[in-house]
């Protein structure tokens, strides 16, 4: 049997010039190699509720397998391998950085160490086999979604990064819903020399103009920081720009700023919800409440620039943005979902052990279980864990 090295960089180098369809051919051919007697790809959807195979032909099984309740949805809700009672099947995590993508289902007659070993490295390479398709390639954008998208959606995510991204000192996660009609929320966050850069976006409406409006405004961040702005450039930036080009929408904003090696934690409001700091299972109360500054759009230029806040974060904090959206949803009897309600869903999931993906996979799913969103729900969370 070849060896592990050997089989990996097989697969590798037969991946350059093929579409996402070729890839479980080449996957299950390189876990048989490995001494599996199968492999295939699970991706999970947008909205995180199921597992659907990687397949292409209408002839193979593509039933997809439901994310709650089942082992396949345990190894991607906690991110360690799942193995059958009778040891012959197992579920891989298919995890590229810190974002779950799915996860590989493998089987052989037993599973030893050296094999379960192998089957993390073969999933691992299919994740970035996956990845690097998942831009240009209709099949993994198929399989990744359960309905129909608007355009709005469709130019919002086309601007978002990954909803997950981090280190071994910070993860920042987001959940954007309705996900295949968002029309004015977006957030954006990256890392870059040391720092955790964060933006929370609310543009004024529900329809294209309001995607349009975030896109820019995503647009203009970007190119702000990227040529040393400060976060009140970033917000004059935005300001001016919509202003100029689409005057008749205005966006609330938080931009904010993490020093990954100090905790220092630097934001900006401009007209939205203050983000909660939660410390040790609870919201430290008013710890990030200031006067926000007027939502952006307005055309009021550098002189009213916004004022940044500074906090300084402890080991363990998280900090959650979220959009009014979120806080607004009703229940059948109308009552709204509330701050409160939000800062306990988040508290009581982190206090069961969830990574902070799986803390806003749960929150969401919950949130449509028994509340009606009214407007775009965009939530942001934080957590700064130096080691």
Known sequence: MPNEDAVLSALLASSNRVTAADIPALIDEAGRKLGLSGAQVYLADLQQARLTPLVHQPSEPSEPIQIEGSMAGLAYRTQRTQRSRDDCTAWVPMIDGVERVGVLRVTAPCFEDA??????????????????????????????????????AELLWAFVPPRTIGTDDV????????????????????????????????????????????????????????AGGTLADIATTIDTTLSEWIPDRLLTAVIARLDIATGQFTWINCGHPPPLLIREGH???????????????????????????????????????????????????????GEQRLADSVIRSMASGNAPPETLRRLVRNLHEHHRLHDDATIMLVRWHPH
């Open 115 to 152: 094999l379960l070993e192998s089957c993390a490295a073969l999933s691992g390479l299919a994740t970035l086999l996956v990845m690097a398709k998942s831009s240009h390639d209709e099949l993994v954008v198929d399989r990744t979604r359960s309905r129909t998208m608007t355009t709005q």
């Open 171 to 226: 993860t920042s996660t987001a959940i954007l819903e309705p996900a295949y009609e968002a029309g004015g929320d977006a957030f954006d966050h990256s890392l870059g020399d040391g720092v955790l850069h964060l933006a929370l976006l609310d543009a004024m409406g529900h329809d294209l103009a309001s995607g349009g409006a975030s896109a820019v405004a995503l647009g203009a961040s970007r190119a702000t920081r990227r």
């Open 283 to 337: 919201v430290v109360p008013q710890a990030m409440e200031f006067p926000a500054y007027l939502p952006l759009g307005l055309g009021l230029g550098q002189a009213a620039a916004p004022d940044e806040h500074h906090i300084r974060l402890q080991p363990g904090d998280r900090v959650l943005l979220y959009s009014d959206g979120v806080t607004e949803a009703r229940t059948s009897d109308g009552s709204l979902f």
